[in-house]
Each structure stands twice: as C-alpha cells, then as structure tokens.
DNA sequence: CGCGCTATTGATGACGCTCAAGACCCGTGG
DNA sequence: CCACGGGTCTTGAGCGTCATCAATAGCGCG
C-alpha cells in the first residue's frame, strides 16, 4: 500500500534538515543505499567530509528532470522519496522508458566513467534525493573496497534487469509482458514491507506501455482482459493482484491457456 | 574482411605457447583486454603470479558452452580470437541472445557479485579465450584502482548496449532494427581496423533474428528488400553495405521514406 | 555423396498499432 | 462554487507488420 506514498524522507515530519553531523541522520536507516552512505560516511574520517560529498534534500515536482541525456556527470542521486523513470532516446526523438527507481535506489552510476548522463531522469511526482557530489566518490570508492562491491553490485543489478527487460521485449507477448511487469512490481513493494498483492502505480498507463515496447491502448486492454478473468482489479491506478500463481503462469509459460 | 578470420590468437603461427613468462606474450598486444592484462601483471609482483591468475589457450569448438546459466562462476574469460554469443532463458525456456563477443573482450564481469552465471556463453565458431581465475582477479582488482576503472567502464558499457537493445525491440521495426544491427557490426570492425563496409557475419540469420526479437524469416526478407534496394549486397553470410549514409537514415530516421 | 543445417520465398492470419471518440479525473481560475 | 481544460483512461474499428507454417534450394561438413 501505498497512497499516502513512502514520502517519510521527502516531507521530513520530525526535525528537518539538520541533524548533528556527528550521527546518521535517523531516516537514512530505511535507504536502500545505507550501506554506501555509510561506508562513504565512515571512511570520510571526519563527518565534515560526508557533509561535503552528500547534500540531502533536492526536492523534484513531478516531471521535473534530475539531469538530461548528454549532459555532464556531477553529482550521482540517491532517491529519498518518492519515484523516477530513466529514458534513453534515439536521434529521432523516439523515447524508451529504460526503468522505473524508488527510494533507496542510486541513479547515474554507469554515466560515471564517460561523465557524460546517457539517459535522462525525470520526477513522475513530488520526489526527493541526495546529491553524491561523482569526484569525491569516486576519490572515496578508489580507497574502500566497500564501496567498489557496492558499485558493481548495483551495476550488476544494473545489467541484469535490462538484460530480463529485453527477453521480455524480444520474447514475450502484451500479456505476458504485463504480468511480468506487475509482479515484479509487487516483488518491489515485499521488499519494501508493503503489500504485495495491493498498490498504486506510480506511473501512468502510457509510461508503462512505453516500457514494455506497446501502445497505452494495448495495456488498458490486457488490463481489462486480465481483470474479466479475474486475475486484477484495476481502478485507475489502483491495482490488487488477485492470483499470483496464476499471473505467474501467464509471465512464464506459453502454455498457460486457461 | 574478415574471411580467414582473426585467429592470429588461436592458431598462434609464430611459436606456438609458452613465451617466456618474464614478459607479456607478444600477441597480447592486439587484445582489447590488453590494458586490464598489464595492469593484473605490473600488480601481481612477480610474473610467475600473472601465470597463476590468467591461464590461457582454452579451446572451444563451434556451439561448444563456455558457461551456462545458474553455473557457479569460477572464471572470467577474454576472448582471444573467434566470436561468442551471450544469451538467456526464460522459466519456459524461451531463448534470447543479448549480445555478440570478439577478440578482446571480456565475458562474466556482471556474474561476479552473485557467483552465479547468470547467462550462458556459446561460442559460434572456433573460439580461444584465456582464463581468469575469479578469486585472484577480485583481490588484485581491491588493491589496484587501475583494475577498477577498467571493470566499471566494461560494465558500463554493457548496460549502454543492452539499454540500446531495448530501445531497438522498443522503438524500432524490423528494418531499423536490421540496419542498425548491420551498422553497429560495421563499427566494430571499424574499431579493429578491418573493413566497414565488407565483412562476414559470424552468426547465422536465426541468431541475427533472435538478437532482434525477430524471426528468421523477417531476417532474411529484409535483407532481401535492402539488396533490392541497393543499400547492402548479402550472399550468404558474405555482407557489403553499399550506402552507410542511407542506412544511418534507416536506422534513425522514421521519415526516411525512399 | 548425401545428410543436416542454413537460407530463401510464398501464403495466410494474428497480434498489436493507429486513429478516433468519449468518459473521467483533478487542479485551476473565474 | 462551478466551469473549463488538459491529461489520463477506456473502448471500438480497421489495418499493417510480422509470425507462423510449409516447401524448396543451397551449402558445408563428415
């Protein structure tokens, strides 16, 4: 679940802003990227150091850009709150929804080496991140083996869900593609603690079909064949996954005819 | 032209092995992994441990795997001369290729974190790769920021390509798709000094097809339509792109009409 | 020299795109 | 407060691209 969105670090209720710089900051423990922060935090030696590689609280509308293919790197992002899509765009002008990022997710790690952003991030509501100034990282990362495992575990991460993306492209039918993309959802919201077989999309039906590589009609329609099968139901954005097996069936085996 | 193909490192004419280990191997120098291999040398002390870490003049045979899915990862491999094709599997065994390897490049960097291969490595042809022994490279690569730098610009390279691959089966229908694979292929050659514009292909019609979320038959029924128009001369796996220009257009261009 | 894999070409039809129209929702301003 | 407007969602009709099935030709390899 998720109305009232996981905006905990976006809308700080207690104390804003300014912690002690000698402590973690209290609603840093539910980042994704704690660990990184930290590492980056402890390694820094003095707190003063961390304050001058992370800035907290860059606020986003929705749709305002993070940064713009093309672009060059200065700072990665951490998400605090709130969500991002990242898009590629071919020279003539066609765009592709590459994924969709929550909190705890980092942002711009493989434009490091080119210091030039190969995609463009962009708010798809109110969103909040920190700013990871790229030099000092990168400083930091060449002295902390720790970091270095988290930077090419994220990209691994990376690689592996584009690499699921395309065999899903190239291989799976507007059905399948679907249901695999609402379930892998879902698996998101486990591992956040939400329900899994209850949310809100954060993205519109369009923005979805861009992904998957189909039209916006095509996914109000498999919406709408799921749910007279029973499977969904789907208000507006408003999303219950009533048989995960089932959906499962569908995302995985060509056989599922039923 | 690459007819007899690049075999200089598989059928090593000029004294076949074993170079003296006190200096690297003469036809290292042609090989993309070259930076990466000097480093693991300069930083291992003593030659004899270079010895320990890449062991090289592993054979495979045309269709012969390399690693499979699920495999736990023990090497990583540079590929010294033939070609290789990266794919993986769905839960009902759909296949999808993501990518086709040459000389110079490294395989299974993304597999590191988990342990797990997390694709599967065929080689198309005749193929010599050398071994890294995993364990070695990663301790050396914590001590030599040189080694990290080339590991993170591998990788992201790999999530460019693969994000570019999206955006084809996206965005992109099948004659696009086959222009901008012909196109990449011919900047690859470019890359290793050999013709832009002439060259075999290393794989067959139903892998170009599946690369490209296509089928077989669409494969070769635009490469029919772009040798009766003039743009490229394909016999067999013999290819000639007769106007770079136009073929650019069809790539990228939705309104390249003629 | 023939077997098997690869490539080619045709006929047919399905899946998903495009165009179009209308409903709905929400924020904004009169 | 209501009307307006833009964005989002939904549903329908028709069509085009590409997959599928099938048959044959070609090629390389043992």
């Known amino acids: 679940m998720m109305s009232g969105e996981d905006m905990s670090g976006v809308l700080p209720k207690r104390g804003p802003v300014s912690d002690p710089p000698?402590?973690?900051?209290?609603?840093?423990?539910?980042?994704?990227?704690?660990?990184?922060?930290?590492?980056?935090?402890?390694?820094?030696?003095?707190?003063?150091?961390?304050?001058?590689?992370?800035?907290?609280?860059?606020?986003?509308?929705?749709?305002?850009?993070?940064?713009?293919?093309?672009?060059?790197?200065?700072?990665?992002?951490?998400?605090?709150?709130?969500?991002?899509?990242?898009?590629?765009?071919?020279?003539?002008?066609?765009?592709?929804?590459?994924?969709?990022?929550?909190?705890?997710?980092?942002?711009?790690?493989?434009?490091?080496?080119?210091?030039?952003?190969?995609?463009e991030a962009r708010a798809t509501r109110l969103t909040s991140v920190c700013e990871v100034s790229i030099d000092r990282f990168e400083e930091l990362a060449k002295k902390d083996a720790a970091i270095q495992y988290e930077i090419v575990k994220i990209m691994s991460a990376e690689v592996r869900h584009t690499q699921e993306l395309v065999l899903l492209l190239g291989k799976h039918n507007a059905e399948e593609r679907l249901a695999a993309f609402l379930l892998s959802l879902s698996q998101q919201f486990a591992q956040r603690h939400y329900s899994t077989i209850e949310f809100d999309l954060t993205m519109s039906r369009s923005d979805i079909g861009n992904y998957l590589g189909l039209a916006e009609e095509t996914i109000c329609r498999v919406f709408a064949r799921l749910q007279d099968d029973g499977l969904v139901t789907s208000e507006g954005r408003r999303i219950k996954l009533n048989d995960l097996e089932r959906l499962q069936r569908i995302a995985n085996h060509r056989s599922a005819l039923s």
């Not at 660990?35 to 001058?52: H, I, N, Y």
Request: aromatic share 6%; hydrophobic share 35%; glycine share 10%.
């Open 22 to 119: 000698a402590s973690v900051p209290q609603d840093c423990r539910n980042c994704g990227a704690y660990k990184l922060c930290v590492s980056l935090w402890l390694k820094s030696g003095d707190a003063s150091l961390f304050d001058r590689v992370v800035k907290r609280k860059q606020m986003l509308k929705r749709g305002e850009t993070l940064y713009r293919m093309g672009q060059s790197v200065e700072h990665l992002y951490v998400i605090r709150g709130g969500s991002v899509k990242t898009c590629i765009t071919s020279e003539d002008g066609r765009v592709q929804i590459i994924g969709f990022h929550t909190a705890g997710e980092l942002l711009g790690l493989e434009d490091m080496q080119t210091r030039e952003h190969n995609c």
